[in-house]
C-alpha cells in the first residue's frame, strides 16, 4: 500500500491538473470576445454546421429505397420548416434529428 503521502500528493496532482485543463479554456477565450475574427465566425458556422449536417445525411440518400427515403426527407422537410419558423439554428437541427432518429427508428420496429 503507498505511503500517504504519496496518495495526497496524487490525488493533489490530478485536482490541479483536472482544474487547469477546465480553466484553461476561459483564460484562453477571455482576449478572443473582441475579435473580429470570432464574431465573424459566430455568424457564419451555424450556416456551416447546418450545410454539413445536410450532406453527411443526404450523402447515402437514395431514393430507390422508400423504407430509408423517407424519414430523411421528413426531416429534412420539417428542419427546412422549422427553420424557416423561428430562424432558430439550434431548434433546427435538434428538431430535425430527433424527428429523423424518431422515424428511422420506426423501421427497425417490425
Known sequence: M?????????VATAVAV???????PFAALAPLRSSP???YLNTAMPVGVMVILAV????SFNPHVPDRAW??????????AVHLWRRNVLLSILGGTAVHVALASTLFVH
Open 18 to 24: 483536472t482544474w487547469a485543463l477546465r480553466a484553461l
Open 37 to 39: 475574427l470570432v464574431a
Open 71 to 80: 424519414p430523411t426527407a421528413l426531416a429534412l422537410a420539417f428542419t427546412v
Open 2 to 10: 503507498p505511503d500517504t503521502g504519496y496518495l495526497i500528493a496524487a
Open 56 to 59: 453527411y445525411t443526404l450523402r
